[in-house]
């Protein structure tokens, strides 16, 4: 099920990617429109810089992964667009995320308003101590929902490959299921409100393959609807499921950003190519 | 799928939102401002009356004189706290004597040679000891310790004496020796053990030559808690101990030192500073007598000390885990 | 072990001694359990007089033993299922009883009487009281024994909880709770409901403003109304029906509209029956309190009877209490056939109902039980407030850096040395600040609640913050990711997860508070007061004041009997509440 690049490939502001060529694929081949930007993005831990001067463009509708070695930035970049980041003190944002044309850094963006439109499925499963009906009620609940619920959860549940399982057991613990079940009710959870764009960071890590493989194939589904973007691990991974990938390397530069086919068959850094061949990293 | 090329409204939050947020946020703080305002409290509502009371009695006779009456049939009264202070230590001196060397051999215990499951049922039964309400503690002493070691030990000990209070001071604080040093103990790594032990020691050798000085901070400041939870400790001795402010007669000297016969102290009866304060209590609480300000001024004594106590007991409990 | 002396002989590396080690693990073996030996001893002693032991006939303890204790004991080793317990018990009950006894008489020959024991009675204390303790224990792990526990547990708590309430408004005005009911209540509850069934959210919130409104409205109406129902029907409609209610709604959840009005109608019934005609019918017990007690035992108990039969399990378990009260009855009948001598115990029904007296056999602690549960009851609430919302701000509304940190760092240090401050500088503080400078007035409810609340607050806090970081950060995050708010994250996921922890630590506080005894003197508590409190604001006593007032009489009855009763009753208050409190703790960390 791996996906050929994307045929739009607008230049990202970075200096270190380049154009390349279009190739096929089999979502669509008009051009995208920016569902993210960063322009200039730095991101610090106390003196420390976690991300260095990233400037990118992650097309609406599309799935693109963020890989790179442990300790590279990724996860916190990912942070950055929906403002995780300012629950950690010692982190101090530079530069714009723009998310719809607006920089969510601005003085007057309210960091929950923001997370209301981007959902965010984490590493480890996290559902709430609650019955799997309210875990996926959970944001329709905090925002105030005034539609049907219980369509919305089985909407929701459906989206994420679960209806058919737990449909009988709405009102048991979401902490029952098994750990791909809770991964992708955390993923329903994530969807029921209608974000618009999807954040996962390493979704599939804690989870065994064949559960892994079952949120790949939902992560797919998902970016008819959703912008999707993932930070993984596995390379594999990414290869399988992006469309378009960047490449983060020591510092929180980074280093390569295109449609995923050309990275990874033929990328223009040799360190992303000893990266992704295995020599470093 | 919202369309995204129109700019997405994320500043919205309703007023009413951001009220119940605020409103939320400003309730907590004013909740947890009420503990600053305790202490505020404590410190205003002592020291009013104590300057009141150090207005009618200068504070060097408060501090030097020996004789304590604050309601004598006839006669004036005199503010000492001399012989408070006397009954205090031989309280808590003597409640040390039990409550340190037991919990920290039983925080030894603990830490090092107890197997898991003895631990969990030696540790909440410690608890209980501190759980015990003390005027419990107290009638124990008075209708069981003192019959008994008046039958056994000492039979010219007096109903009311400071030795019966003292054990059983000690015997409630034995959990708060033993659970912070057991807390120290256990926060030595396990690599100090191990080293000892490739070095050909015993388990008796790393317990007492590793563990317990690589833990003596946490096991000191545990002491001073103990210690300063004897000092404020107020029913065992009120019920038990009597209340007669006392000062121990200095007999012959020994080698030339002065020296007062324990027994004097400890088999008679004595008043500390808290026994002090309930006995005022128990006749007049109007305000504005010499009495009634001299509680708050023995209040004031007591708090002062108990809180330099602390407050060291932190700083040097704080050196331990800094070390690991 | 070997005690040779140093190293190495020609073969072998020779052995280290070992002595001084195992000297220095048997004494730090035999510290760790001084106190705790010291205490028992103590307590064995206590019992012994409050129950007036000391006197019994060694037959009525033997009636007793094998008509209540051995069915008890049996039936905790068939729940367990396991023969190498049953082994042991045997063992340990049969051999005890020899080594009890041979021991016994070897001290009492060689070394001297031992006041107030007898061989029988240090059998009862050294060997049955652990062993029946130790056999719940594991008698609880099996079905029956978890079933049987888990209904006299419900039905001596619902009784203890529905006395309380019935206590509460001896000082609590129940026709203005009557209207705060109807007006407030009531209307809030049905908003809240419809809200929740429509999904109409807006309904949902109101129903808070709603009951603050109705309530309000209901303090000013009570000077101007002046019909009211009479207290039967006022126990009946805001508490036994919704309560009834409750628990019909709980088994209806589970699936069954019939077992639902099963549960819920029983009880109810039983109760307005009894409430209403139990006098009248000559039962003995009735009125409004009877009224309450059984809906406030028995719905619990019938809810919890529908899961039992629901599940299916342990349903023998059920004969616990009938096992229980049916070896009292055979004892009792056993002792009167046989006129065998009865105790007179201390602790009996007149000491718990009757007021204090000169005379110890009429002495009763009736007022200050009264006192102590309203203080109790105004202290939880205080403290809980005041512990969750301080430890949610500390721990949820706080930031590690800059001057709120700074703060933070103030107030926690704060709060550390406020938990050391003695207990007796906290009366002053009431003496001075409630009693004096607001005018609550000396030893009055109001006063005695705020100054104990002020002194085990610390301690809610430290415990309720432990508590709230022990909710893991995934699920803060994840709820932060979703949009929420922080009021909502904490509303919703943190005190949720955290409030068992938070009970838990309540309770142990509260437990602090209901034996202090300094404190109250320095406000002016009453030690004796001899009918029980008819406002917050008359003079109180409480329990521990009351054993503090007995103790300083020099008679031998009240000094080994009366306090000892007193102190047998506070302490087994004490101990019901910390039981409470860890079985909670427990049930909430095998939940998760």
Redesign the interface.
Known sequence: MSNTPSSDTRSSDSLITTDVETGSNDRTAESRATAVATRDLNVYYGDEQAIDDVSMDIPENRVTALIGPSGCGKSTFLRCINRMNDMIEVCRVEGEVEFGGKNVYDADVDPVALRRRIGMVFQKPNPFPKSIRDNVAYGLKIQGFDGDVDERVEESLKGAALWDEVKDQLDSSGLDLSGGQQQRLCIARAIAPDPEVILMDEPTSALDPVAASKIEDLIDDLAEEYTVIIVTHNMQQAARISDRTAVFLTGGRLVEYDDTAKIFEDPEEQRVEDYITGKFG | MTDSTESPDLQRRSGLTRLKEGTYGGLFAACAAITLLTTVAIIVTLLSDAVAFFSQVPITEFLTSTSWSPNPRGGGQTFGIVALVIGTLTVTITAAFVALPVGTLTAIYLSEYATSNARSILKPLLEILAGIPTVVYGYFALVYITPALKATLFPEMSTFNALSASLMVGIMTIPMVSSISEDAMSAVPDDLRQAGYGLGATKFEVSTGIVVPASISGIASSYILAVSRAIGETMIVVVAMGAQARMPTVGETVLGIPFINPADVLLDSGMTITVAMVQIAGGDLTGGTIPYDAMFALGLTLFVVTLVMNVLSDIIAERYREEY | MATDTDTARIEGFGE?S?V??IV??Y??????????F??AV?LI??TIDAFDLAGTSPVWLLTYFVTLVVPFLAFCLYSARDREVTRRAVTVSGGGLVAVAAVFTAIETFVGQIPRLNWQLAYLFVVVAPLTGYLVYVGARGRPGAVGFGLVGRLIGGTAIGLAFSVLFLVFDERLWFLAYTIGIVPAALVYGYGRVR???VASAAAIPIAVLGVLVAVLLRPVVDVYPTTVFIYLWTLAIPIAAAGALLVNGRGNRTAALVAGGVPLALAVVIGLFGRAAGLGVGGPNALLVISVAGVPTAVYLHRVFDVGEGVTGLGVPVLLVGGALVGAFVVETFGIPTPNPWVSETFLTEAPSRNARDAGLYPAIVGSVIIIAMVAVFSF??GV??S???EE?T????VIGALTR??Q??????A??????????G???F???LGFG?GTAVTVSLTLS?LI??IT?ISAQEAIRSV?D??R????????????T?K??VL??AFPGILTGTI?AL??A?????PL??V?AATTVFSAPSSLFSKFSAM?MQ??AW??FPQEEF??GV?AAG?IT??II?IGM?GTAILLRNRAERG?
Do not use: C, H, K
């Open positions: 280290v070992r001084r080690g220095f693990e004494l730090s073996l035999g510290a760790s359990v001084l106190g705790i010291a205490l103590l002693y206590v999904d109409v959210s407030v005041l919302a301080t949610v701000f500390l509304y930031a590690d850096s800059g103030l107030l240090i704060n709060i550390a040395n406020l050391a401050v003695p207990s007796v500088v906290y009366g002053l503080l003496l001075g600040l009693a004096n400078l000396f002020l607050l610390p806090i893991p995934d699920l995050r994840g709820s932060d990711a979703m949009g929420a708010t922080r009021w909502q904490t919703n996921v949720p997860e142990l437990g602090r209901i034996g202090e005894t300094a003197i320095m002016g521990p054993i503090y103790a300083n000094r080994y306090v102190v506070l302490l004490l910390n998760t």
